[in-house]
């Protein structure tokens, strides 16, 4: 059985040992428990759960929350929507700055003829080319990007007004405006200021767009830990992507608690090299070597509430303060700092329930299915 701290509650289900480690480990009670909680919250506010699908890329992960009553997915990428509209999702968002590159151009063009496809947009250059691309037939569904504090992409809020008309003047369908409070993640004392940055420039941003149009325009906003605040403002829609699973980032920041996570890396002790240090098969190819600068560990034991995921190297964990009890050949549950960047690097989910592995999904949307498009056959 999974290993735990003899005084500490089983935090992660117990799964049999004989798990080919490393191996990523989905608790499905759990999980529907996330999905259910935040489509309530999503509808008791009034807003519509468009769920981030990078954090799980799983076909069978966005069916559950299509079911719970998601409007439809948030995705990163052109080949993301691929995969998800190809498994019958109808509403498919792209929140990033779409460049229309060659081989992009046709799944572009087929998506947006095929499903309800909007992607977003930030510059002048970009809407150009959206705008070329689409030249001749149905305009382009585009939702303009507006930087709340990230200081990733968008434009500032009060620069809404000069991109939408411009994206208006090249005849795009422009539907509303989204941001990424990003700056949530800088510290667990970020989160209560980044969401009110985040309602401000919705409000400010689609207000001015409201007024060029004249017609009620959508305002998608989101992260795991904003979502966690509530209310949402001016929202129309939020895009939490994190939350399906929870990870060690989010605990530290107080949006899930370790008996919630519903997802972890059951990893092996392989070595015990000397007194106080543990070293497990799953490495930075696995857990993925994300840390924020504010934690002091590249995951959280739920078994082991005071051991440390000191260093991490491709195949190899380093352990510190895991009991002397917990021995060469035993497995322990881990939970990942970020849960989508170890997600991306599992082929599948063993999907857990009362302590028993009952199926395995692949992490399917990891590969687009046009992806050989751009070769040109001899
Ligand atoms: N929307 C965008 C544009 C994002 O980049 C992300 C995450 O990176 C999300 C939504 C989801 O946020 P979270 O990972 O906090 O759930």
Avoid at 139 to 159: I, K, N, T, W
Avoid at 278 to 288: E, F, I
Avoid at 298 to 311: E, N
Wanted: aromatic letters at 4%.
């Amino acid at each position: 059985m999974l290993t735990a701290s003899p005084g500490a509650a089983p935090a992660f289900p117990p799964v049999l040992d004989d798990v080919v480690t490393p191996a990523v480990l989905i608790d499905l009670p759990r999980m529907r428990a996330r999905v259910d909680g935040m489509a309530k919250r999503a509808s008791d506010a009034g807003v519509g759960l468009r769920p981030h699908a990078k954090t799980h890329k799983c076909t069978q992960v966005a069916r559950e929350q299509l079911e719970a009553g998601a409007v439809g997915l948030t995705v990163a990428t052109l080949a993301e929507a691929e995969v998800f509209a190809l498994a019958g999702c109808r509403d498919v968002f792209v929140a990033f700055p779409v460049w229309p590159s060659a081989g992009n151009i046709a799944p572009l063009l087929r998506l947006h003829d095929q499903i309800e496809l909007r992607v977003g947009v930030d510059s002048a250059e970009g809407a150009d080319a959206l705008a070329q691309v689409s030249r001749g037939g149905s305009p382009l569904r585009v939702m303009l990007e507006v930087d709340c504090g990230q200081h990733r992409s968008g434009v500032a809020a009060e620069a809404v007004h000069h991109l939408a008309r411009h994206c208006l003047a090249l005849g795009l369908d422009v539907r509303g405006v989204f941001t990424h409070p990003g700056h949530a993640y800088v510290s667990p004392d970020a989160v209560a200021a980044a969401a009110r940055d985040e309602q401000r420039c919705l409000r400010v941003g689609s207000d001015s767009l409201r007024r060029l149009l004249d017609v009620p325009v959508e305002v998608s906003g989101g992260s795991t830990p904003t979502a966690a605040l509530r209310p949402f403002g001016a929202m129309t829609e939020v895009r939490p992507g994190t939350y399906v699973f929870g990870d060690a980032q989010q605990i530290r920041l107080g949006t899930v608690t370790a008996a919630d996570v519903a997802l972890a890396v059951a990893a092996r002790v392989v070595s015990r090299p000397r007194p106080g240090q543990a070293v497990l098969d799953a490495g930075s190819k696995c857990l993925s070597s994300d840390r924020p600068s504010w934690m002091n560990s590249f995951g959280v034991l739920p078994g082991w509430p005071d051991a440390t995921v000191t260093s991490l190297t491709e195949q190899h964990a380093v352990v510190h303060g895991l009991d002397p009890d917990v021995r060469v050949g035993d497995v322990v549950a881990i939970y990942p700092n970020h849960v989508c960047t170890a997600v991306n690097l599992a082929p599948e989910l063993l999907v857990l329930s009362e302590g028993r592995i009952v199926d395995a999904w692949t992490v399917d949307a990891k590969d687009r299915p046009s992806k050989r498009a751009h070769v040109s056959s001899a």
